[in-house]
């Protein structure tokens, strides 16, 4: 399988710069997300490694063969990378039939007729197209079209997947059904994958790792669970989770600087940070909420109550700070309630408010370490 | 591309990788070749006219052939001749231009109105009949004319006014301005008509009801705000009307020539004639020069404003038809009886003429099929044979839908690879370039266009063997004639592919070729084969475009016909007009039938 290298690669429109010295290792049989909003350069990295597009410089490494170098003059044609890509809009060709769709890239092989025709029975049905392989594109439903892209892809088996938002078209429930498929086809043939998106449920679903991008830049690399928990700066923190975490911005009040406050609430932390303002970040599920006003912790007034299935959220006020949290869909709180709020304090994220860099506490180290 | 901050080894394999490119080598190559069949030929004609030439010596004594000299745009400005060479050609050029012009959309704007706006009956089948006279062969409507008007003062029969009214036309109704001006109107009224009727179909109604809901009356709402709104298109369609209409060619001189009646197309004609390429040449820029201001006046006034109705088309919103109540069947009848007049009763006539014996006697005893089917007899028409009989014929037919095939295939692929380079490659100067190289025949009035290339491939040039009286010929002009039109066709396909089809193509490995001839080839297909078609019918029509470069051995149907017209036989011409006609409208048929059929449900694939 292959391997992805990609080097200090730059890519610039005109004066807009697109990416920026993004390097980044992509293992053998990854299912590696690219994610980030609109316009944050995810999709042209993913067309620099299709070769699509031409970077200004750096250097993209495909399992041994260097595709793209700016300094040895290198440009290998999409064709020659030996990979395969699901557009956005599938780019499926509406004047051939599903079969000849799927055929075109074995006819580009000249692969022999028996064989291309086994492989081709072989994939439409893998798919569940068997049955409409004389139809036309325009015939299909968009899950059927999303399934001919996708037996187009595997068609050829190419060691590498590119996936341009390929389930933004669907309607939700099918967008699910897919997200399974998907990825039983990836772990199938063990390709290694790389998936733009900007839906973070996609991200988290299906990747091994996410990459997140902003402006160009990658922001973090990490599995998905350690992305929700750490995020490493506040613009990761604040991109990821629905509803958004709790972001909060805390000056020192005493000389140790392990006690932080706004003036509204005040937080130990427990820990020294070692700088003068933090923000603090706190998951909504992360923050108890208690009508027993006996309950260690400060007084919050309850400002709404949103019930959404099989959860409910709590916006909170003290004085000007406002707080989300959410509970279960079992809530008996009112609005206009007084509550004890609480959290556990090794699942808050403290971030230097002049940088947006999360401070790690030593013990985490530790845990990391182990 | 035009980074600064690329380094110096980027900007290398940039220009290696673009070297190797299919797609730019090709663009290079597209670029010299039309650079050398477009810009040349006018360079080349400037040049000619500025050059004592070897005939020149019958002319002046003080001729060194070779010579630079002014001596013949002199002789054009201020010579004892000027007045008959230029400035009275000119005026009538202007006069015949002018009036045909504001008669042709006076015509196309109220029709268009009744058709598009008004609920008058029986649109549907008047549509096509509205646009036959502009698909028909534009001396067909000269050679009916003449058919009613012919005067016997310039010789030869009577014509039908004569023949039921008992008296000779006046002369200003049988030749000159008048015919001139009203024959090239019915010509082109069609080609305002379409102009006008696409800016009125992209009016949307809500305009019109609001003006309506605050009170505004019909003529107001058609004075304050479906005019404006058209107007635009109006004047688009006044300046390229008036440009097509100055080169015409056959029509002014069938009307004009008789009665030494000359315009500035017929006086290039006149003077190749007698030998006098020079002069002819200097007439032929100026034509040049006329139509190049015509659109500049375009571009000035209108182009930014018009432009806004080219690109809003097909989008089919509904719009209301506005109630003409009891009026309802008198303008149907009015635009039928119009229809008829223009569209059909010139073909009859044609197609009654060329059933008589001699020519101005009407009755039942002068009928005849010799002119269709007869053989050769001395007594009749100097001894040609009919039409179907006739070899010259055979072969012209089989020149005409030759050149028409072979020019259309070509001017329609080329126009895809120019589109598709212009498209895709829009942030390229070159792609650019090569876009608006290809557009400049447009600008050239065919006759002038024909002077061109009469000088261009008269002499071998390097490795270009002299082209002159050969097919090859006739297919280059007709071809580089037909570019602005298939270009425009080809960029209307291409930008309605996706680009992420093709790339889909590039990631399976294809290269540019197989790209091309395997997506954007077929999909583009239903515009450029109707492009295609649209071309054809062009080439078999055109006349003023090749009359020029014509040798008896590259004769075409149109030539022929214009020859008979020349020299008096003018049942042989009509006949020959009619079988024109009839492939045009077999060709506009299927046109039709494509446009219905099999790739428009093609097309809707597609979207």
Known sequence: ?370 | MSDISVPAHGLRSRLHRSATDPVNILMLLLLAVLAYLVLWPFIQLTIETLTWSQGDRRLSRDAVPGEFTWFHWLQATTGPLSTKVLYGPLINTMITGIVSTILALLAGGVLAWCVVRSDMPGKRWLQPILTLPYILPSFAIALAWETVFRSPKVGGQPGLFEALLGTAPPEWLSYGAVPISITLAIHYFPFAYLLVAGALATIDSQMEEGALISGAGRLMILRRITFPVVAPAFAAAFILTFGKTIGQFALPFLLGAPTQYHTVATMVYANLALGLDSMAFVLAIVLIAMSLVAIWFSNRFVGKKSRRFETISGKGFRSRTIALGAWRWPVFTAVALFSFTVGILPLILLGVQSVMLIDGFYGLENLTSHFWFGTSNPEIAFGEPGVLHNDIILGATWNTLKLAFISAVIASVVGLVIAYISVRRADNPLARALDQISFIPFLFPTIAFGAMYLTLFAEPVGPIPALYGTFTLLVLISVVSRLPYSVKTGVTAVTQIGKELEEAAELAGAGWGMRFRRIIMPLASSGVLSGMMVSFVGVMRELSLIILLITPSTRVLMTVGFGYAEEGLSQLSNALVLIVAVLTIIGELILMWIGKGKMARLRDKQS
């Open chain 1, 1 to 370: 399988m292959a391997k992805i290298t990609v080097r200090n690669l730059t890519k610039r429109y005109g004066s807009a710069t697109a990416l920026n010295n993004v390097s980044l290792e992509i293992e053998s049989g990854e299912f590696l997300v690219l994610l980030g909003p609109s316009g944050c350069g995810k999709t042209t990295l993913l067309r620099c490694l299709a070769g699509l597009e031409t970077p200004d410089e750096g250097e993209i490494i495909i399992g041994d063969h260097v595709v793209f170098s700016s300094k040895n003059n290198t440009m290998v044609p999409p064709g020659k990378r030996n990979l395969g890509m699901v557009f956005q809009s599938y780019a499926l060709w509406p004047h051939m039939s599903v079969r000849d769709n799927v055929k075109f890239g074995l006819d580009v092989l000249k692969t022999p007729k028996g064989v291309a025709d086994e492989r081709l029975d072989q994939v439409l049905d893998d798919v569940g197209l068997a049955h409409l392989d004389g139809r036309y594109p325009s015939e299909l439903s968009g899950g059927q079209q999303q399934r001919v892209a996708l037996a187009r892809l595997l068609a050829t088996q190419p060691p590498v997947f590119l996936m341009d938002e390929p389930l933004s078209n669907l309607d939700a429930r099918l967008r699910m059904d897919m997200r399974v498929e998907l990825k039983r086809f990836q772990s199938d043939t063990g390709a290694t994958t790389v998936y733009v998106t900007h839906d973070q449920t996609e991200a988290m679903t299906m990747s091994t790792r996410v990459v997140v991008m902003k402006d160009g830049e990658i922001q973090q690399i990490s599995p998905p669970d350690q992305l929700y928990r750490q995020p490493e700066n506040t613009f990761v923190a604040d991109f990821i989770g629905m509803p958004r975490i709790n972001l909060v911005e805390l000056d020192t009040v005493d000389g140790r600087g392990t006690c932080f406050s706004n003036g509204d609430i005040q937080i130990e932390t427990g820990w020294a940070p070692g700088v003068q303002k933090v923000i603090i970040g706190a998951r909504p599920e992360d923050i108890t909420l208690s009508a027993d006003l006996n309950t260690p912790g400060e007084d919050y007034q309850i400002s709404a109550v949103l019930p959404n299935g099989p959860e409910t959220i709590i916006q909170l006020m003290r004085g000007q700070t406002v707080m989300i949290v959410r509970v279960g869909h079992d809530t008996e709180f009112a609005t206009n309630q007084t509550v004890k709020l609480s959290f556990k304090r090794q699942s808050l994220n403290i971030y230097d408010a002049q940088t947006g860099v999360l401070v790690t506490p030593p013990d985490i180290e530790v845990a990391k370490a182990g």
